[in-house]
């Protein structure tokens, strides 16, 4: 039972973690500023980074995809493709905080902190789904 509890609420947990890009692509949608602020950021670096990636724009746009898609695939239990589809951007997340933006350990990198630690429980909670997938001989 107390499994069945934590599998539940990092369900929610990562839910919403990864709805917020899809609501800034929303907002950006219906002319909102969401634009960085230099205040978000501890290194001019990230903040001049993360600036280009929003100026870019496509950025954004697949990763509320990629999200929007794992939001369903959480929500129909299929948990385990959705820890796959949003590892990598887990990933990317994680080594901004630490090789631009000054470190895991700023508030920053709380998110990407908890998506990663997060991401690793269900890869865990879910590894004889995977276990095929990973296997040398399918034959």
Known sequence: MKNK????????LFSLIILLPVV??????L???IDPKREY???DEAFEFIKMLMAVGYITAINALVFTFSLYLIWTK????AA????????NVVAFHLFIDN???TSGASLG?????????????????YRTVLAKDLA
């Open 113 to 129: 902190n908890l998506m990663l630690l997060i991401n690793i429980y269900f890869f865990w909670y879910h590894k004889e789904q």
């Open 41 to 43: 950021y501890y290194t």
């Open 78 to 81: 299929r948990v385990a493709l």
């Open 103 to 105: 470190g895991l350990l």
């Open 5 to 12: 509890i934590t599998y539940n609420v990092a369900k929610v």
């Open 24 to 29: 800034s692509l929303i907002g950006l949608m």
């Open 84 to 91: 796959v589809l949003v590892f990598p951007i887990t990933v």
């Open 31 to 33: 002319g909102y500023d």
